[in-house]
Structures are given as structure tokens and as C-alpha cells.
């Protein structure tokens, strides 16, 4: 019975990790060279590519293209067709699109990182285009990205899956007294 729980508790932990692999959070931050800014949760499968994103372009403002400034800000809400967009050797890419759908926006931002050493991703194209294309990481085509940082945030659900398995590791290890 006891060895039975631990194997439970074990493959619990370890289909957390599993389920983080597939997809996880990314947080990120970019500036660009008009002053605007992007904060926010990118969601990236491994395979797939981008897939939900939640985030505040300041700078912009939904119904007006292009830099606005001072406090102008655009919920930044889907991606456009969500998954990979485009694709060259280790880099992915989509676009990170203001509101509702294709056929009602004003902004975008494109998003292109190189996969290569995930779940740890890079940017590509900082400050320039790469292999001649202008649509590396930029705000509607135009306002490239001058600095950024993406990193993998922690699902909590994971956590709290790995927390039980280890507790209960503990749990069951312990012996009772005569």
C-alpha cells in the first residue's frame, strides 16, 4: 500500500513536469525605438509556437496606427493564427495582436525568437532585421525592438503537483513509533 502511494505520488509529479514541457509561460518584456514598451504573458508550445498572449503595449492605442506616446496603452490579447506563422531554421515566429480579430485591429507587435536551447528562448533580430527581413521583433512593420528579455514563468499547478509528491515522499518515509 505504501509503496503504491509513492509510485502515485511520483507519476503525479511527474505529469506535471510533462504538462509544463508542452506548454509553458514566458513573461516578456520589450522596448523599442520609439519609446514604446510590451509587458506581458506569452504562451509557447514546443511544437506549435505561440499560442495565447495577455499584455499592455504602451505607446500605441487600439483604433490609431502607429506611436502615440505619452499614456496611450493597447491591450495586446490573441495571436494571429495561433501556433507558428512563420518558421526558419531554429526561429519562430507569429504576431501579437490588439483587438478582437483579424478582421478588428489597429496594432500589432511581431514576435520572432530562436528556439534552439529550449525552454530557454532568445529574441531575434534585436535592433535590426535578420536575413533581410523586416518583420523580426517590431511594432506594426516599423518600430523595431531595441532591447527585451523573455523567460519562463513557473505554472503554479506544476509546483503544487511536484510539493505534493515530495510531501508525501516525506509522509510515508517517516516510521511510527512502537
Known sequence: ????LVHLFL????AAGSAQAA???????????????????VTIDNVKGPTAVTGTLYGYQFGTYGYVGGTASDAISWVWFVGQNYATASY???????????????????FTYDYTNAPLLAFVGIGTAYSGNPDSNNVISTDLMTSGSISQTPLPAAFWMVGSALAGLIGFGRRKGP
Not at 1 to 4: A, D
Not at 92 to 110: E, K, P, Q
Open 23 to 41: 506548454s509553458m509561460n514566458y513573461s516578456v518584456n520589450q522596448t523599442f525605438q520609439s519609446g514604446a514598451t510590451f509587458q506581458g504573458t
Open 1 to 4: 500500500m505504501k509503496k503504491t
Open 92 to 110: 519562430f515566429g507569429n504576431f501579437l495582436m490588439d483587438g478582437t480579430d483579424s478582421h478588428n485591429y489597429s496594432n500589432w507587435i511581431t
Open 11 to 14: 507519476a503525479l509529479g511527474f
